[in-house]
Each structure stands twice: as C-alpha cells, then as structure tokens.
C-alpha cells in the first residue's frame, strides 16, 4: 500500500490517493486500485480528509500519514550579456520583423530569431557552439538549441510559411522606390542535393554550387525576397519568374535594377510588356550601345559632363527599342517601337586602371608566343591582336596590330546603363551603384553568416537554414542602414559597435524583474544615434 499525490490540472488542487496492487489472474499483470483519501494542504504539506472520509474510519488518522517530501524549488540568479540582443531584438521590433515571424510562426519564432542574433554576433561561427553562447547571454528563446534541434527546426519550415512572410514583409516595403537584384553561387561539396550543378561560379570555385537571388528596396536597404535555384542557371534566365513571384506575393509598382547579367532582349522585352521601370547595365559590345557610343563619343568627355564628387564623366542619349511581344494564342508577334535612354559614363579611375590592366596583358600574350609556350585560352586574342611569322633564318617574329589594340584600347574605362524611365546621368548612377548592397549582403552571407560553403545533407534543411539566415540578413541590413544614417562607420566597423555594446550586462533571478548592469557613455550614445530606447531596469 503507498500514498500518491496527484494534481487535478484543471482545479489546481492536489489529491492524495490510497493505493494497493494486485495481481489480475485473467489479464495476468499487476493492476492497481486508488481510493482518495484527501486533499495535500499546499503550505503544510498535511492530508485533510476530503468530506465524509473521516467520519467512515476508512483512514487513518491525516496527520499521522507520512509525507513525501519532494525536490525543494530553485530560484536561478545568472548574469548575461543583453546589450547587442537587446538592440537586435529593438530593431526587430522596430521594423516588424518579430510580428510577422510570430504570425507565420507562432511555436518556434523565438528559436529563429535567437539562432539570427547568434548568426549576427558570432561572427562566422557553426551552430554547434550554439550552446555555448547561450550560457553567456540573453536572448528570445532563452534555453539552448541544440544541433540536432536546429536541425529539426530547419526541416520543419514549409514553403507556405516562408511564402506567408514574404507576403507580410512586401505590405511593409516602400511601393515607389528601385528594388536592386542581383544573385551569386554557394558552393557545396554535396552530393545528395538536386539543385548542386555546375555552373558559372561567380567566385571561380571549382565545386558545384546552387545559386541565391536577392531583391533588396532602395531607401529601406532591406532585403524582402530571396530565392534559391539550381547552380547551372544563368542569371538572364531568371527575371520572369521574379515578375511572376512579385505578382504573387502582392507587390505594386515594380522598379528594378539590375546588372548587366541579367540583360537580354527577352527580358527587356518583357520588362516592358509588364510595364516595369528598369535600369539595367549592358555591354558596350552590344550593337545599339556601340552605335550611339561612337555617335557621341566626343561630346562624352566635355567638362560640362563632368561630376567632381564622383570624378566620373556622364551623358545621356534617347534612343529607341525594337519591342518584340510573341502571342501565341493568336499565333502572331508584335513589333513596335519603344522609347529608351541610354547613360553613358566614362570614370578617369576606372580608365586609367583598365589602360595599366590591359597593357599588362598585351605584354603578357606577346611574351606566350615569342616563348612558344602559348595558352590554349589565350588563341582567340593571339589572331586578334598578333601576327606571327615563323621564317626558318630569323625565327618566330611577333608584331602587333595597332589598329585592332587602338580599337580595343577606345572604350576603356567607358561604361553603360539603360532605363526606360527618364532621369539625368549622375541620378542613374546613382540608383545603379545600389546594387552594391545586394554585393555586400552576399558578402555577409557567406562570411559574417557562414555560409561559403553548404554543410547540410537534406533539401528541406537547406531551405529552412537559408531562411533564417535570410532573416539575419534583414537585422544586419537594417543596422548597416541605420550606421549609414548616422555617419557611424567613422567611428566604429560594425562588428566593433556590436562589440561595444554586448559587454552590457543584465541579471536574471525568478524572484525580482531583470536589471541591467552598468552603461557607459559611449554606450548610451550609440542607442540613442541608432535611435534606440537605452535598456533600463525594470525591478
């Protein structure tokens, strides 16, 4: 015979039952019967007898029953560190990034964002030592998250989810601004994942890789769509689609600027069938960029085009487009005519390091063939800019062709961009040089968020762990904007701001509110630059 205590969940009050085994012979295993013999006072721990138990003698006296005494409770007292979190979790809030996740993700939001601080802070760490970290600071989820248990977490991310926060996060963005995209490879040593192939490694890897897009808003400076596609896709191949995701997701006005990879006549053409603004590099080689070129040429790099702050050359030239639209459905193409304008730019840096780059290369083929030991690479260039003649007297002689390096020589440090939307020069390119943030972002992806490499084996994971760095990538974006803002980077990197304040310390005890530790000035400066609440105490 024992004593079991058991709390009824939806009362709170704890009973104590009589228990006694016994063997059942027909279901031949142990079977127990319970009879309540009170309820547990919760501040003595003594037995009272429940109502007519007491006066039935079917028990003993209360009081004489032993008690089970139980693991006493512990109140925990930890000092952490909260002053970079803290500001993650401001600018989180700041710019609604926790609301949507806790919508699209109501059990497991705090995980992602706590995994994105740790991304953000540990500075190219794996998410093994997330442990670690853990032990020494505050965040969203406040316990450990192990391997494993990421790993789970990844693979538990749906693509109506990720589609559900794109959605949230379009409603937040600027509707009438230029939208940058551009894309890069990953590369992976993976043999198991579908979209590994080979392709055009913009890093010159000698892996497989899959390639990452990104769109980011031109006066948020923040990412809001990303996509993930296989390696051997050529960026020119890629614009449609975009079209048709925006679309989905619920974007209005579509401005776009793109790099000259993403040029192609079918994707101007349908830029221009979905009435889209774009401003998009190109090839000078190209035969409507080369014949306005030499049109204008001489005007270019007159003094009245010149722009002191970027020591860069600018002129623009209005143009036509030749519109092609196939119609299937009614079997026909349409042809007309489309207005286009054409900067052209010519930067005296640019040029001068080009000239030195291209004369040095010069120098180099003309030594592969005086030596003999030419490179197969290099055999298109050799018919362009050579002559050799092998006479049995004098040997192997080389000469130049002087016409064809003058030609090659002409358009150095020249460069161009189109738009179908009319502006000025200097005001293109400034729009066009934005897409430096998605370069950047890349940057961070695969340094600062330790992504050069994939280390996942599973198609699901992948998508679930580029989502979350997705997200980390919004907060670095989002602080990289706000230190532009506020002329900080003069003073610190952002890993050196991000350092100054997670030495702040906060202490946690269950029995009082949080405190927070002692702020410097210089602490208090930087919230109040980045425009942030100082953390204060709340007990």
């Known amino acids: 015979m024992a004593i079991v205590k058991q709390t009824d969940k939806r009362s709170g009050i704890t009973y104590a039952y009589e228990t006694t085994y016994y063997w059942d012979k027909e279901k031949k295993q142990s079977r127990a019967k319970r009879t309540c013999i009170g309820k547990v006072d919760p501040v003595t721990g003594e037995i009272v007898p429940t109502r007519g138990r007491a006066k039935k003698g079917e028990m003993k006296d209360a009081k004489a029953l032993p008690i089970k005494t139980g693991p006493k409770s512990f109140s925990e007292s930890k000092h952490l ?125 000698k892996l497989p890789q899959i390639n990452l897009l990104l769109v980011f808003g031109e006066k948020s400076g923040l990412p809001f769509y990303y996509r993930k596609l296989a390696g051997n896709i050529p960026d020119s191949k890629t614009v449609k689609h975009l079209l048709e995701d925006l679309d989905i997701l619920g974007f209005g006005k579509t401005k776009f600027v793109m790099d000259r990879g993403f040029y192609s006549e079918d994707n101007i053409n349908g830029l221009y069938k979905e009435h889209v603004k774009f401003l998009v590099g190109v090839k000078l080689s190209l035969k409507l960029i080369k014949k306005h070129l030499d049109e204008v040429y001489d005007d270019i790099r007159m003094f009245t085009n ?100 003058k030609a090659a020589r002409k358009y150095l440090g020249y460069f161009a961009i189109i738009t179908n939307e009319k502006m000025d020069a200097f005001t293109a390119l400034h729009l066009y040089r934005m897409k430096d943030v998605v370069e950047k972002a890349f940057g961070n992806i695969k340094d600062r968020l330790n992504m050069r490499r994939l280390l996942v084996k599973s198609e699901k994971n ?34 050196q701001l991000l350092d100054k304040l997670d030495v702040i310390e906060c202490f946690e005890d269950e029995r009082k509110k949080l405190r927070i530790g002692e702020l410097l000035n210089k602490q208090a400066e930087i919230y109040d630059t980045l425009g942030v609440t100082l953390p204060t105490s709340s007990c």
Request: overall charge negative.
């Open 81 to 205: 560190y909260y002053g970079a979190t803290y500001l993650l979790e401001s600018f989180s809030d700041e710019i609604g990034l926790t609301r949507d996740l806790k919508q699209c993700f109501p059990d497991t939001y705090k995980k992602l964002l706590s995994i994105a601080f740790y991304l953000i802070l540990e500075d190219n760490n794996p998410l093994y030592r997330f442990e670690r970290w853990h032990h020494t600071h505050k965040h969203p989820y406040g316990q450990d998250i192990t391997s494993p248990r990421s790993s789970e977490l990844f693979a538990s991310i749906t693509d109506d989810q990720v589609t559900q926060f794109l959605r949230l996060q379009a409603k937040r963005r600027v509707e009438d601004e230029y939208w940058a995209y551009d894309s890069s490879s990953i590369s992976s040593y993976s043999e198991t994942l579908n979209q590994v192939q080979w392709g055009k490694n913009k890093e010159n890897d």
């Open 306 to 405: 010149y722009d002191e702050c970027l020591n860069t050359y600018g002129y623009t030239v209005s143009a036509e487009w030749n519109y092609t639209q196939e119609r299937p459905y009614k079997g026909d193409v349409i042809k007309d005519k489309r207005r286009i304008y054409i900067h052209y730019f010519y930067s005296i840096e640019k040029g001068a390091d080009d000239e030195q780059a291209f004369d040095k290369r010069i120098t180099e083929l003309c030594s592969e063939l005086l030596s003999g030991k030419t490179v197969e690479e290099h055999k298109k260039a050799y018919s362009q800019f050579f002559e050799v003649k092998d006479t049995p007297v004098r040997g192997r002689q080389v000469y130049y062709k002087e016409e064809e390096i």
């Open 462 to 495: 992948l998508d679930g762990k580029i989502f979350t760095e997705f997200i980390a990538l919004i907060l670095i974006s989002h602080l990289d904007h706000k230190m532009k803002e506020a002329n900080l980077y003069k003073t610190y990197t952002m890993q």
